[in-house]
């Protein structure tokens, strides 16, 4: 029976699912994932044409405006789907690759409301696929290269203006500077916070950079980077891998998708790529950024990008990485310092030890420019050859 297969503490969450115009008989419903945002769920079927599929209640304290969200999503992933419909497939090509699509309600919205302020969704699952929070190989890496060029390339032709911007400031650094300014004024000599080595080293880190962190920013209004279509947040656990031939053949988490620079989404993949000990690690001072994973998830991308890759953006990679380490950084050591209100905590100096590793990593790039430049000009050259 149903009952048997659905506990008690989501068993409520049944007459949401059945709101969604699913095939065949819920036959189970579980909480899914580790993501510290939306409620997430996935629901089972028993028809072998739609076997499962993810039923989500949008966290509305983040995105207040929750129709502009599912607006967003449903043009992306429709205009993805058309495209991918249209591509001639290569003689012998066996490489799979899907997005996942909105899931419309029986009356054919694509969201469902409560009537009380949940706002609830429904998503497609990408079947036989699984994702990693760190890659160990260049191989993987390479896999989610192609994976961003791939969501890139697939979406170069949409104008930016399709899309909302849910999200207004999201990954502009100056504006986290300033956040981060504001709340430093108003913490009197820090507090009751112990002027510790580690928040001295994190005052002086973000002071040394504070002209230099709207790099980005300066070459967008100086018209070298354009504006396009971003993921928002292409972090490596958001890019899925088949189960059996270990090619990425997905990425998820769509709800930050905005106009905004591909810079910022290059930098967040690599950042999050090319830390082998990954941002909770507790040993923050032996982070480093890998060039290996570098090149490779590089490589990957501009088999997909290269096509509409610029000579601007090539200059501003290292950049890219560098500025967006330090945002995340930037962000940790504000919410810290505020007393820990944005981001979710297990004691209380996680933010502080999280700002230092985004920073050592930082450093590291800072130390590698000469290798990073030599690995993207090679890469570069490569383009041109072709």
Same mark, same amino acid.
């Given at each position: 029976m149903i009952e048997d297969l659905i506990p008690s503490v989501v068993e409520p969450f049944l007459p949401i699912a059945e709101q969604f115009a699913h095939q065949g008989a819920i036959t189970g419903l579980k909480r899914f994932g580790n993501g510290n945002i939306n409620d997430t769920f996935l629901v089972t079927l028993d028809d072998p044409s739609q076997t499962c599929f993810v039923l989500q209640r949008i966290n509305?304290?983040?995105?207040?405006?929750?129709?502009?969200?599912?607006?967003?999503?449903?043009?992306?992933?429709?205009?993805?789907?058309?495209?991918?419909?249209?591509?001639p497939v290569a003689p012998g090509s066996v490489r799979r690759w899907e997005m996942p699509r909105v899931v419309m309600t029986k009356a054919h919205q694509d969201h469902w409301s409560s009537g009380n302020g949940d706002y609830w969704r429904a998503i497609s699952y990408i079947e036989g696929s699984e994702s990693f929070d760190t890659l160990q190989t260049p191989t993987q890496a390479e896999e989610v290269g192609y994976a961003l060029g791939r969501f890139h390339h697939l979406l170069c032709d949409l104008a930016p203006d399709r899309l909302v911007d849910t999200l207004p400031g999201f990954h502009i650094t100056p504006q986290y500077l300033s956040q981060y300014q504001r709340v430093l004024s108003q913490v009197e000599s820090l507090g009751s916070k112990p002027h510790s080595l580690e928040i001295q080293?994190?005052?002086?880190?973000?002071?040394?950079? &504070?002209?230099?962190?709207?790099?980005?920013?300066? #070459?967008?209004?100086?018209?070298?980077?354009?504006?396009?279509?971003?993921?928002?947040?292409?972090?490596?656990?958001?890019?899925?891998f088949d189960r059996t031939s270990g090619k990425a053949v997905s990425i998820v988490d769509l709800d930050t998708a905005k106009p905004g620079l591909i810079h910022y989404d290059l930098g967040d993949c690599l950042r999050s790529?090319?830390?082998?000990?990954?941002?909770?690690?507790?040993?923050? &001072?032996?982070?480093t950024f890998e060039p290996e994973l570098c090149q490779a998830i590089l490589k990957g991308y501009l088999t997909q990008a290269s096509q509409f890759f610029t000579e601007h953006d090539y200059f501003y990679l290292i950049d890219a990485a560098r500025v967006i380490a330090f945002e995340l950084g930037l962000r940790f050591f504000t919410d810290y310092l505020a007393g820990n209100v944005y981001f979710k905590t297990k004691y209380p100096e996680h933010?502080?030890?999280? #700002?230092?590793?985004?920073?050592?990593?930082?450093?590291?790039?800072?130390?590698?420019?000469?290798?990073?430049?030599?690995?993207?000009?090679?890469?570069?050259?490569?383009?041109?050859?072709?």
């Open positions: 509305t304290r983040v995105f207040h405006n929750p129709r502009h969200v599912m607006s967003n999503m449903v043009t992306l992933t429709e205009h993805i789907h058309q495209k991918l419909t249209q591509e080293h994190c005052l002086d880190f973000i002071g040394d950079r &504070q002209t230099w962190c709207a790099v980005l920013e300066n #070459a967008k209004q100086k018209r070298k980077l354009p504006l396009r279509l971003t993921h928002g947040d292409p972090k490596v656990n958001n890019i899925m790529g090319c830390n082998l000990l990954g941002e909770e690690t507790d040993n923050w &001072q032996a982070v933010n502080l030890a999280r #700002a230092l590793v985004q920073f050592q990593l930082t450093a590291s790039i800072e130390a590698q420019t000469q290798t990073l430049a030599a690995l993207i000009g090679d890469l570069q050259k490569v383009k041109k050859d072709d």
